[in-house]
Protein backbone atom coordinates (compact mmCIF):
# COMPACT_ATOMS: atom_id res chain seq x y z
CA UNK A 1 0.00 0.00 0.00
CA UNK A 2 1.33 3.85 -0.61
CA UNK A 3 0.93 7.04 -1.32
CA UNK A 4 1.00 8.31 -4.94
CA UNK A 5 2.06 11.72 -5.65
CA UNK A 6 2.03 13.36 -9.11
CA UNK A 7 4.04 16.83 -9.99
CA UNK A 8 3.41 18.75 -12.78
CA UNK A 9 2.99 16.15 -14.71
CA UNK A 10 2.66 16.43 -18.91
CA UNK A 11 2.30 14.22 -21.73
CA UNK A 12 1.64 15.28 -25.84
CA UNK A 13 0.88 13.37 -28.83
CA UNK A 14 2.74 15.14 -31.35
CA UNK A 15 1.34 18.99 -30.62
CA UNK A 16 -1.65 17.74 -28.69
CA UNK A 17 -1.45 17.86 -25.20
CA UNK A 18 -3.55 15.48 -23.73
CA UNK A 19 -2.30 16.39 -20.14
CA UNK A 20 -0.97 19.51 -19.30
CA UNK A 21 0.48 20.05 -15.53
CA UNK A 22 -1.55 17.85 -13.92
CA UNK A 23 -0.30 17.57 -9.98
CA UNK A 24 -2.43 15.61 -7.48
CA UNK A 25 -2.02 13.48 -4.57
CA UNK A 26 -3.72 9.96 -3.81
CA UNK A 27 -3.07 9.30 0.21
CA UNK A 28 -2.18 6.15 1.11
CA UNK A 29 -5.08 3.86 1.29
CA UNK A 30 -8.00 6.02 -0.24
CA UNK A 31 -10.35 5.89 -3.12
CA UNK A 32 -10.04 8.57 -5.48
CA UNK A 33 -12.38 8.95 -8.60
CA UNK A 34 -11.05 10.99 -11.37
CA UNK A 35 -14.09 12.15 -13.62
CA UNK A 36 -14.16 14.11 -17.10
CA UNK A 37 -15.26 14.16 -20.44
CA UNK A 38 -13.87 11.52 -22.90
CA UNK A 39 -10.92 12.70 -23.89
CA UNK A 40 -10.14 15.07 -21.60
CA UNK A 41 -6.39 12.39 -20.05
CA UNK A 42 -7.90 10.24 -17.92
CA UNK A 43 -6.55 7.06 -18.76
CA UNK A 44 -2.97 9.35 -19.99
CA UNK A 45 -2.61 9.87 -16.61
CA UNK A 46 -3.50 6.46 -14.93
CA UNK A 47 -1.30 4.73 -17.72
CA UNK A 48 1.57 7.11 -16.71
CA UNK A 49 1.42 6.12 -13.35
CA UNK A 50 1.26 2.57 -14.22
CA UNK A 51 4.47 2.75 -16.40
CA UNK A 52 2.79 2.47 -20.27
CA UNK A 53 5.35 5.11 -21.37
CA UNK A 54 7.03 8.29 -19.47
CA UNK A 55 5.82 11.55 -18.93
CA UNK A 56 7.59 14.52 -21.18
CA UNK A 57 7.98 16.54 -17.92
CA UNK A 58 6.79 15.88 -14.11
CA UNK A 59 7.37 13.65 -11.44
CA UNK A 60 5.43 10.51 -9.90
CA UNK A 61 6.21 9.15 -6.54
CA UNK A 62 4.54 5.60 -4.86
CA UNK A 63 5.50 5.18 -1.25
CA UNK A 64 7.86 8.39 -1.58
CA UNK A 65 9.74 7.14 -4.03
CA UNK A 66 10.11 8.36 -7.33
CA UNK A 67 9.00 6.41 -10.27
CA UNK A 68 8.85 8.31 -13.45
CA UNK A 69 11.77 6.49 -14.85
CA UNK A 70 11.35 2.99 -13.81
CA UNK A 71 9.97 0.41 -16.00
CA UNK A 72 6.12 -0.99 -15.70
CA UNK A 73 6.98 -4.50 -14.34
CA UNK A 74 8.90 -2.65 -11.06
CA UNK A 75 6.15 -0.79 -10.05
CA UNK A 76 3.92 -3.33 -9.24
CA UNK A 77 0.44 -1.90 -9.65
CA UNK A 78 -2.60 -3.72 -10.04
CA UNK A 79 -4.71 -2.63 -12.88
CA UNK A 80 -8.05 -3.29 -14.55
CA UNK A 81 -9.53 -1.88 -17.82
CA UNK A 82 -12.92 -1.61 -19.26
CA UNK A 83 -12.14 -4.62 -21.41
CA UNK A 84 -11.61 -6.97 -19.44
CA UNK A 85 -8.68 -8.94 -21.17
CA UNK A 86 -8.79 -12.71 -19.53
CA UNK A 87 -7.18 -15.37 -21.56
CA UNK A 88 -9.79 -16.97 -22.91
CA UNK A 89 -8.02 -20.54 -23.27
CA UNK A 90 -7.63 -20.37 -19.42
CA UNK A 91 -9.35 -20.97 -16.59
CA UNK A 92 -10.59 -19.01 -13.94
CA UNK A 93 -7.39 -19.83 -11.27
CA UNK A 94 -5.21 -19.82 -14.23
CA UNK A 95 -5.95 -16.53 -15.50
CA UNK A 96 -5.78 -15.07 -11.84
CA UNK A 97 -2.52 -17.12 -11.21
CA UNK A 98 -1.13 -15.64 -14.32
CA UNK A 99 0.97 -12.50 -13.06
CA UNK A 100 2.11 -15.00 -9.83
CA UNK A 101 3.91 -17.45 -12.48
CA UNK A 102 5.47 -14.24 -14.32
CA UNK A 103 6.76 -13.58 -11.04
CA UNK A 104 8.42 -16.56 -10.20
CA UNK A 105 6.30 -17.14 -6.88
CA UNK A 106 6.20 -20.95 -6.40
CA UNK A 107 3.36 -22.99 -7.36
CA UNK A 108 2.37 -23.57 -3.32
CA UNK A 109 2.64 -20.05 -2.52
CA UNK A 110 0.95 -18.91 -5.87
CA UNK A 111 -2.51 -21.77 -5.05
CA UNK A 112 -2.66 -19.97 -1.88
CA UNK A 113 -2.66 -16.49 -2.82
CA UNK A 114 -5.10 -17.07 -5.68
CA UNK A 115 -7.37 -19.17 -3.40
CA UNK A 116 -7.23 -16.11 -0.59
CA UNK A 117 -7.85 -13.56 -3.86
CA UNK A 118 -11.12 -15.52 -5.04
CA UNK A 119 -12.85 -15.90 -2.01
CA UNK A 120 -12.31 -11.99 -1.78
CA UNK A 121 -14.33 -11.64 -4.67
CA UNK A 122 -16.47 -14.75 -3.85
CA UNK A 123 -15.27 -16.87 -6.50
CA UNK A 124 -13.80 -19.78 -4.99
CA UNK A 125 -16.97 -22.74 -6.73
CA UNK A 126 -15.78 -20.90 -9.84
CA UNK A 127 -12.17 -21.57 -9.94
CA UNK A 128 -12.01 -24.45 -12.98
CA UNK A 129 -14.43 -22.26 -15.55
CA UNK A 130 -13.38 -20.65 -18.91
CA UNK A 131 -13.82 -17.00 -19.25
CA UNK A 132 -16.57 -17.61 -21.55
CA UNK A 133 -18.64 -19.69 -19.03
CA UNK A 134 -19.03 -16.49 -16.61
CA UNK A 135 -20.98 -13.80 -16.59
CA UNK A 136 -19.96 -9.59 -17.55
CA UNK A 137 -19.58 -9.39 -13.90
CA UNK A 138 -17.96 -12.56 -13.10
CA UNK A 139 -15.20 -11.88 -15.32
CA UNK A 140 -15.01 -8.64 -14.00
CA UNK A 141 -14.38 -9.96 -10.64
CA UNK A 142 -11.74 -12.05 -12.08
CA UNK A 143 -9.89 -9.38 -13.68
CA UNK A 144 -10.28 -7.77 -10.15
CA UNK A 145 -9.12 -10.89 -8.47
CA UNK A 146 -5.94 -10.82 -11.22
CA UNK A 147 -5.01 -7.17 -9.94
CA UNK A 148 -4.95 -7.72 -6.55
CA UNK A 149 -3.39 -10.96 -6.32
CA UNK A 150 0.06 -9.83 -6.70
CA UNK A 151 -0.47 -7.27 -3.76
CA UNK A 152 0.09 -4.20 -5.38
CA UNK A 153 0.82 -1.04 -3.95
CA UNK A 154 -1.63 0.80 -5.90
CA UNK A 155 -5.04 -0.59 -7.79
CA UNK A 156 -5.60 1.65 -11.08
CA UNK A 157 -9.28 0.85 -12.14
CA UNK A 158 -10.26 2.23 -15.77
CA UNK A 159 -13.74 2.58 -16.33
CA UNK A 160 -13.96 -0.87 -14.95
CA UNK A 161 -17.60 -1.02 -14.81
CA UNK A 162 -18.65 0.80 -18.19
CA UNK A 163 -19.31 -2.50 -19.92
CA UNK A 164 -21.91 -3.89 -17.30
CA UNK A 165 -25.71 -2.80 -17.15
CA UNK A 166 -27.03 -0.55 -14.66
CA UNK A 167 -28.10 -3.57 -11.93
CA UNK A 168 -25.01 -5.51 -12.40
CA UNK A 169 -23.36 -1.95 -12.28
CA UNK A 170 -24.80 -0.99 -9.18
CA UNK A 171 -24.28 -4.14 -7.49
CA UNK A 172 -20.24 -4.37 -8.63
CA UNK A 173 -20.04 -0.86 -6.53
CA UNK A 174 -20.80 -2.19 -3.78
CA UNK A 175 -18.72 -5.05 -4.44
CA UNK A 176 -15.78 -2.93 -5.09
CA UNK A 177 -16.00 -0.77 -2.21
CA UNK A 178 -16.40 -4.06 0.34
CA UNK A 179 -13.04 -5.20 -2.06
CA UNK A 180 -11.57 -1.48 -1.28
CA UNK A 181 -11.90 -1.29 2.31
CA UNK A 182 -10.94 -4.94 3.06
CA UNK A 183 -7.70 -4.98 1.33
CA UNK A 184 -7.03 -1.39 1.87
CA UNK A 185 -5.41 -0.50 -0.79
CA UNK A 186 -5.21 3.15 -2.59
CA UNK A 187 -7.30 3.18 -5.73
CA UNK A 188 -7.35 5.75 -7.99
CA UNK A 189 -10.91 4.75 -10.34
CA UNK A 190 -11.68 6.37 -13.66
CA UNK A 191 -15.22 6.79 -14.64
CA UNK A 192 -17.51 9.18 -16.59
CA UNK A 193 -20.59 8.26 -14.56
CA UNK A 194 -20.63 11.34 -11.44
CA UNK A 195 -23.20 9.08 -9.78
CA UNK A 196 -20.37 6.64 -9.15
CA UNK A 197 -17.97 9.26 -8.35
CA UNK A 198 -19.97 10.63 -5.71
CA UNK A 199 -21.01 7.35 -3.99
CA UNK A 200 -17.60 5.98 -3.68
CA UNK A 201 -15.12 7.85 -3.35
CA UNK A 202 -13.24 9.85 -0.56
CA UNK A 203 -11.94 12.44 -3.11
CA UNK A 204 -12.78 13.60 -6.31
CA UNK A 205 -10.35 14.84 -9.37
CA UNK A 206 -12.10 16.69 -12.18
CA UNK A 207 -9.86 16.86 -15.83
CA UNK A 208 -10.77 18.96 -18.38
CA UNK A 209 -8.71 19.24 -21.28
CA UNK A 210 -5.80 17.86 -19.46
CA UNK A 211 -5.81 20.07 -16.52
CA UNK A 212 -6.85 19.50 -13.00
CA UNK A 213 -9.84 21.49 -12.69
CA UNK A 214 -10.97 20.77 -9.46
CA UNK A 215 -9.99 18.12 -6.41
CA UNK A 216 -11.87 17.47 -3.34
CA UNK A 217 -14.32 15.68 -1.49
CA UNK A 218 -17.60 14.63 -2.88
CA UNK A 219 -19.66 16.72 -1.05
CA UNK A 220 -17.46 19.35 -0.77
CA UNK A 221 -16.88 19.82 -5.04
CA UNK A 222 -20.64 19.20 -5.22
CA UNK A 223 -22.01 21.71 -2.89
CA UNK A 224 -19.27 24.31 -3.01
CA UNK A 225 -17.71 24.12 -6.35
CA UNK A 226 -15.15 26.54 -7.54
CA UNK A 227 -15.59 26.79 -11.30
CA UNK A 228 -18.29 26.75 -13.16
CA UNK A 229 -16.90 23.31 -15.76
CA UNK A 230 -16.91 21.41 -12.22
CA UNK A 231 -20.98 22.99 -11.32
CA UNK A 232 -22.04 21.99 -14.23
CA UNK A 233 -20.30 18.56 -14.93
CA UNK A 234 -21.07 17.02 -11.62
CA UNK A 235 -24.62 17.04 -10.70
CA UNK A 236 -27.29 19.35 -12.08
CA UNK A 237 -26.47 23.06 -11.69
CA UNK A 238 -28.68 26.36 -12.74
CA UNK A 239 -26.38 28.80 -13.79
CA UNK A 240 -26.85 33.14 -13.58
CA UNK A 241 -24.80 35.22 -15.36
CA UNK A 242 -24.50 39.17 -14.07
CA UNK A 243 -22.42 41.46 -13.33
CA UNK A 244 -20.48 41.75 -9.65
CA UNK A 245 -21.75 44.78 -7.36
CA UNK A 246 -20.37 44.79 -4.01
CA UNK A 247 -20.42 40.61 -3.93
CA UNK A 248 -23.44 40.41 -5.07
CA UNK A 249 -24.64 39.44 -9.00
CA UNK A 250 -26.50 41.79 -10.85
CA UNK A 251 -28.67 39.79 -13.74
CA UNK A 252 -29.97 41.40 -16.71
CA UNK A 253 -33.46 42.49 -15.52
CA UNK A 254 -31.51 45.00 -12.43
CA UNK A 255 -31.82 42.25 -9.91
CA UNK A 256 -28.94 41.51 -7.31
CA UNK A 257 -28.53 38.32 -6.16
CA UNK A 258 -27.31 37.42 -2.94
CA UNK A 259 -23.99 35.18 -2.92
CA UNK A 260 -21.82 33.08 -0.48
CA UNK A 261 -18.42 34.46 -0.27
CA UNK A 262 -15.58 32.72 -2.08
CA UNK A 263 -12.76 32.92 -4.60
CA UNK A 264 -15.53 33.47 -7.78
CA UNK A 265 -16.49 36.62 -6.87
CA UNK A 266 -15.11 39.38 -9.10
CA UNK A 267 -14.24 43.16 -8.16
CA UNK A 268 -17.65 45.34 -9.37
CA UNK A 269 -18.11 45.88 -13.04
CA UNK A 270 -16.61 42.46 -13.85
CA UNK A 271 -18.76 39.79 -15.32
CA UNK A 272 -19.19 36.70 -13.97
CA UNK A 273 -21.52 33.56 -12.70
CA UNK A 274 -22.99 31.72 -9.80
CA UNK A 275 -24.61 28.58 -8.93
CA UNK A 276 -27.72 27.41 -7.12
CA UNK A 277 -28.31 23.91 -7.06
CA UNK A 278 -32.25 22.18 -7.69
CA UNK A 279 -33.12 20.61 -4.62
CA UNK A 280 -31.89 24.44 -2.75
CA UNK A 281 -34.59 26.15 -4.56
CA UNK A 282 -37.63 26.97 -2.94
CA UNK A 283 -41.36 27.34 -4.41
CA UNK A 284 -42.38 30.10 -1.90
CA UNK A 285 -45.94 29.77 -0.33
CA UNK A 286 -48.12 33.35 -0.65
CA UNK A 287 -47.88 34.83 2.98
CA UNK A 288 -44.00 33.25 2.32
CA UNK A 289 -42.19 36.55 2.86
CA UNK A 290 -38.88 35.52 4.12
CA UNK A 291 -35.33 36.93 2.83
CA UNK A 292 -32.36 35.69 0.44
CA UNK A 293 -33.33 35.60 -3.19
CA UNK A 294 -36.13 35.80 -4.36
CA UNK A 295 -37.22 35.61 -8.48
CA UNK A 296 -40.58 35.52 -9.99
CA UNK A 297 -41.10 33.41 -13.16
CA UNK A 298 -43.76 30.59 -14.55
CA UNK A 299 -43.81 27.06 -14.46
CA UNK A 300 -43.47 25.73 -17.33
CA UNK A 301 -43.33 21.90 -16.81
CA UNK A 302 -42.87 19.29 -14.18
CA UNK A 303 -41.35 15.99 -14.05
CA UNK A 304 -42.87 13.63 -11.65
CA UNK A 305 -40.06 11.32 -10.33
CA UNK A 306 -42.20 9.31 -7.11
CA UNK A 307 -40.05 10.98 -4.29
CA UNK A 308 -39.23 14.39 -5.96
CA UNK A 309 -40.25 16.67 -9.16
CA UNK A 310 -38.44 18.14 -10.83
CA UNK A 311 -40.27 21.56 -11.49
CA UNK A 312 -39.10 24.11 -14.61
CA UNK A 313 -39.62 27.61 -13.89
CA UNK A 314 -38.89 29.92 -16.64
CA UNK A 315 -37.50 33.06 -15.08
CA UNK A 316 -37.16 36.15 -17.82
CA UNK A 317 -36.83 33.70 -20.88
CA UNK A 318 -34.35 31.42 -18.87
CA UNK A 319 -34.91 27.65 -17.49
CA UNK A 320 -34.41 27.37 -13.52
CA UNK A 321 -34.54 23.88 -12.47
CA UNK A 322 -36.71 23.36 -9.11
CA UNK A 323 -36.16 20.16 -6.64
CA UNK A 324 -39.49 19.85 -5.16
CA UNK A 325 -39.89 17.06 -2.51
CA UNK A 326 -42.85 15.34 -3.00
CA UNK A 327 -44.13 15.54 0.93
CA UNK A 328 -46.16 18.72 1.03
CA UNK A 329 -48.83 19.50 -1.50
CA UNK A 330 -48.22 22.60 -3.21
CA UNK A 331 -50.76 22.96 -6.05
CA UNK A 332 -48.69 23.32 -9.07
CA UNK A 333 -49.93 23.62 -12.28
CA UNK A 334 -47.92 24.75 -15.80
CA UNK A 335 -48.24 28.24 -16.77
CA UNK A 336 -49.10 29.07 -12.95
CA UNK A 337 -46.89 31.92 -11.39
CA UNK A 338 -44.64 31.51 -8.93
CA UNK A 339 -42.00 33.04 -6.68
CA UNK A 340 -38.80 30.92 -6.26
CA UNK A 341 -36.62 31.67 -3.25
CA UNK A 342 -33.18 30.36 -1.75
CA UNK A 343 -30.35 31.57 0.40
CA UNK A 344 -27.45 33.95 -0.37
CA UNK A 345 -25.47 30.68 0.99
CA UNK A 346 -26.10 28.35 -1.09
CA UNK A 347 -25.63 30.93 -3.91
CA UNK A 348 -22.20 29.92 -5.04
CA UNK A 349 -19.74 32.17 -6.98
CA UNK A 350 -18.17 30.38 -9.94
CA UNK A 351 -14.75 31.00 -11.89
CA UNK A 352 -15.32 30.27 -14.99
N1 LIG B 1 -1.22 6.98 -28.05
C1 LIG B 1 -1.86 8.10 -28.41
N2 LIG B 1 -1.58 8.73 -29.57
C2 LIG B 1 -2.21 9.86 -29.93
N3 LIG B 1 -3.17 10.46 -29.21
C3 LIG B 1 -3.51 9.89 -28.03
C4 LIG B 1 -2.89 8.68 -27.58
N4 LIG B 1 -3.43 8.35 -26.39
C5 LIG B 1 -4.34 9.32 -26.11
N5 LIG B 1 -4.40 10.23 -27.09
C6 LIG B 1 -5.26 11.41 -27.12
O1 LIG B 1 -5.14 12.09 -25.88
C7 LIG B 1 -6.41 12.56 -25.43
C8 LIG B 1 -6.71 12.04 -24.06
O2 LIG B 1 -6.97 10.66 -24.17
P1 LIG B 1 -7.38 9.77 -22.94
O3 LIG B 1 -6.39 9.96 -21.83
O4 LIG B 1 -7.56 8.39 -23.43
O5 LIG B 1 -8.77 10.42 -22.51
P2 LIG B 1 -9.93 9.86 -21.55
O6 LIG B 1 -9.45 8.59 -20.93
O7 LIG B 1 -10.17 10.95 -20.56
O8 LIG B 1 -11.12 9.67 -22.42
C9 LIG B 1 -7.42 12.15 -26.49
O9 LIG B 1 -7.68 13.24 -27.33
C10 LIG B 1 -6.73 11.03 -27.22
O10 LIG B 1 -7.15 10.97 -28.56
MG1 LIG C 1 -10.22 6.64 -21.07
Known sequence: MASVEV????????????????????????????????????TTLLRLIAGFGYPDQGHIAIGGESVER???????????FQSYALFPNMNVFD?????????????????????????????????????????????????????????PRVLLLDEPLGALDKALRLDMQVELKRIQR??????????????????????????????????????????????????????????????????????????????APGAGRGATGEPGCCLIRPEQVRIAG????????????????????GNWTTVFVDYQGKTIRVGQANTDFLKLEDGSKVTLAFSGSNTIPLQS
Open 182 to 259: EVGITTIFVTHDQEEALTMSDRIGILRAGQLVEEGAPEDIYRRPKTRFAATFLGEANIFEGIWTDGRLRLADGTLLET
Open 95 to 151: NIAFGLDVRGVPREDAAREVRRALELVQLSELETRRPHQLSGGQRQRVALARAIVIN
Open 7 to 42: RNLSRSFGTFKALDDVSISFEDGGFYALLGPSGSGK
Open 286 to 305: ENDGGTGNRLEGRITRRLFA
Open 70 to 80: VPLEKRNIGMV
